[in-house]
């Protein structure tokens, strides 16, 4: 049986995380306590908890070609820079090339009891026993 794992976040870290769990034979869960993919790079007018910020005319500071998955380049007609509509776009194109979406769970906030969690997965081993989900 394929050993599970936890990935806290839907941002361009847990999209890359979700996909090498699946390449390396592993089932990945992915929670994120947003309604959507991207993270930082997802604008909105509001400002929500726990989630970093952007402005609406944010471009990000590194080339395309510095910034993009290793094996997922974007696309030919995008600025260099790259404004962050299109990073969240080119993450949206990512999720669906390699099928993550039905990895993720949304609207789900993850919390880590570190001082429980060698006790924890002792005694309840299935399914993430040193994390406490909460919906909100
Ligand atoms: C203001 C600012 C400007 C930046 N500009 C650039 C730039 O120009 N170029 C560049 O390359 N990088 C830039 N960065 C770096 C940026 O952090 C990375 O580009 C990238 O977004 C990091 O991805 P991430 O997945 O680690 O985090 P994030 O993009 O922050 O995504 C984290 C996700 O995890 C979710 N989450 C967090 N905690 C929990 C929890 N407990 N439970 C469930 N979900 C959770 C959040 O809702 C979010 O969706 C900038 C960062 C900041 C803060």
């Known amino acids: 049986m394929a050993k599970r794992v936890a990935i806290v ?3 361009v870290c847990g999209l890359a995380s979700i996909r090498c769990c699946l390449e390396g034979g592993l089932e990945p869960t992915c929670f994120e306590r947003s309604d959507d993919i991207g993270g930082l790079w997802r604008f909105t007018e509001h400002v929500e908890e726990g989630r970093a910020s952007l ?3 944010v471009v990000s ?3 395309k070609e510095m910034s993009c998955y290793s094996d997922f ?3 030919e007609d995008c600025p260099n820079y790259v404004p962050n509509s299109q990073l969240l776009k080119y993450l949206k194109m990512y999720a669906n090339q390699f099928n993550l979406l039905k990895y993720i769970q ?3 906030s993850l919390g880590i009891e570190r001082s429980l969690n060698i006790v ?3 005694r309840h081993p299935p399914p993430f026993p040193f994390l ?3 919906t909100r």
């Open 55 to 57: 402005y609406r005319s």
């Open 61 to 63: 500071n590194s080339c």
């Open 120 to 122: 924890l997965y002792r």
């Open 9 to 11: 976040g839907a941002g």
């Open 106 to 108: 949304f609207k789900i």
């Open 132 to 134: 406490r989900t909460e």
């Open 73 to 75: 380049p974007f696309p």
